[in-house]
């Protein structure tokens, strides 16, 4: 039922939280549907920044969870019985965000800092003929693009910026997030800091709760049969976007379902794979998340400065807030088709690698924190009646195509049998088409053997 004009919902959590709390950060519980409250992307502009920042902080936390709250409970128009149409929640909380391009709005941040950058290597700029590169920018303009690279074998044959932002801008990635988690997972695996993913929660983390008999590998499949925390419905739907105690929120979740058996998209279960790492590397005096990505991952692959948005030193938020520039997300998808290894060394274990991008038993087009391309579906949707799907135009060109899917339009893709990477920023594009950048490129590839074979 929704509220009374004269009582408005009570913001469980957010006066707390934002007023007192404001170094907990504001999460946004950013995927893919309306039980997280998430969406974001407003348009980005300076005058948009100046009279955010003037706002400050506080009031932009506070816009964030009123807007995720109406959006669930339908507002009223003013002198109505009954209620106005509501925008979808995706839409609301969209409007009350900061830009995808300016990461910095949410703090505290926690470094990656790296070892230093290393030059990604020039490919042939005619691999790919005139008018795919022509194609490429069309969408990319339609679709509120802000970068976009494409490597071949490791090195740039594509790269486009939209004004203002360039090879150096960080932006914010969403769900991109929890498939560098996935990775770090199997690299600590690879090192023995813990047990593999086949093991019950219990042998990962203290505190398991009802969560204790499930192998982690379910929560990093989205099938852990963990609750979700629906909007409006449960206060902890507020506290694991804004905490205090993220994790422990996540960890609070009750078993609705068996274990492996039904695939829900939950920023939740994504938490509890992240924490059983965060947990494992504090065991063994790694320094925690941050500081294992920076020594383990983002210098082996040469990537620049990065950070997390966190909710306290750490205590990282692990289904979203990884800030980086399209480059490096470039090099973490080089990552996976180079079978894990990078800077001369096996990083990430081959075979993790292999069961990151096998099927599901739950989904067949989901594996460990990334998503597949095959088998074919024209509306990708997240389970859990969420009311959120991506379109695809046409099947995907290669049967091996695997990818990373941050909110809006956000994305890695990696294409073994092409050797190619194409990584992607944007800001939130209802509209975006999972499979066209893929093609674009796949059919240009295509068109550019097709001519050099022609010639005499």
């Known amino acids: 039922m929704p509220p009374s004009p004269a ?15 404001v170094d907990h950060g504001v999460d946004h519980g950013v995927e893919h549907g309306v039980e997280h409250g998430v969406d974001h992307g407003v348009e980005h502009g300076a005058g948009h920044r100046r009279a955010r920042l003037a706002a400050g902080p506080c009031v932009a936390l ?15 128009a ?3 019985a009954e209620p106005a149409p509501a925008k979808s929640g995706a839409e609301a909380v969209r409007q009350a965000l900061p830009p995808v391009a300016d990461p910095d709005a949410l703090q505290p941040q926690e470094p990656v800092p790296g070892c230093g950058e290393r030059p990604l290597p020039e490919g ?5 003929p005139d008018e795919t590169r022509a194609a490429l920018r069309r969408f990319e303009e339609t679709h509120r693009g802000l970068g976009l690279v494409v490597l071949q074998d490791g090195a740039i044959i594509f790269e486009h910026y939209a004004p203002g932002f360039g090879a ?12 560098l988690m996935s990775l770090a997972i199997g690299a600590a695996i690879g090192e023995g800091l813990m047990p593999r993913e086949d093991q019950p929660l219990r042998r990962f983390v203290e505190r398991p709760g009802a969560l204790a008999d499930v192998p982690l590998r379910a929560f990093l499949t989205m099938s852990s049969g963990m609750e979700a925390f629906r909007e409006g419905e449960d206060p902890r739907s507020q506290q694991l976007i804004f905490g205090p105690d993220i994790s422990g929120v996540a960890l609070s979740a009750r078993l609705v379902a068996p274990p492996e058996t ?3 998209y939950n920023n939740a279960s994504s938490q509890v794979a992240g924490e059983a790492l965060q947990q494992a590397l504090l065991r063994a005096g790694r320094g925690g998340y941050a500081a294992y990505l920076s020594a383990g991952i983002w210098c082996a692959i040469g990537a620049g400065p990065a950070s997390l948005w966190v909710e306290a030193p750490d205590r990282p938020r692990f289904y979203l807030g990884v800030n980086a520039t399209v480059r490096d997300w470039a090099r973490v998808g080089q990552l996976i088709l180079d079978r894990g290894r990078a800077g001369g060394r096996q990083v990430v274990p081959a075979r993790w690698i292999e069961r990151m991008a096998a099927p599901s038993r739950a989904n067949s087009i989901y594996g460990y924190q ?8 024209d509306r990708r949707d997240y389970g859990g009646g969420l009311d959120l799907v991506v379109a695809r135009s046409a099947p995907f060109r290669a049967d091996d195509v695997l990818f990373f899917d941050g909110f809006g339009g956000q994305r890695v893709y990696v294409v073994p049998s092409a050797r190619l990477v194409i990584a992607r920023a944007g800001e939130i594009d209802f509209a975006f088409d999972d499979s066209a950048l893929v093609n674009f490129v796949l059919d240009g590839l295509a068109a550019r053997r097709a001519e050099m074979a022609a010639k005499p």
């Open 370 to 377: 990334v998503w597949r391309g095959s088998p074919h579906v």
């Open 62 to 76: 506070k816009r964030l969870a009123l807007a995720a709250m109406a959006a669930a409970a339908g507002p009223l």
């Open 168 to 179: 150096g801008a960080r932006f914010q990635s969403f769900s991109m997030a929890k498939s």
């Open 262 to 264: 039904r695939f829900v």
């Open 7 to 21: 009582q408005p919902p009570r913001l469980v959590g957010v006066d707390h939280n934002v007023d007192h709390n």
């Open 124 to 128: 042939p700029r005619d691999a790919l």
């Open 78 to 80: 003013a002198g109505q």
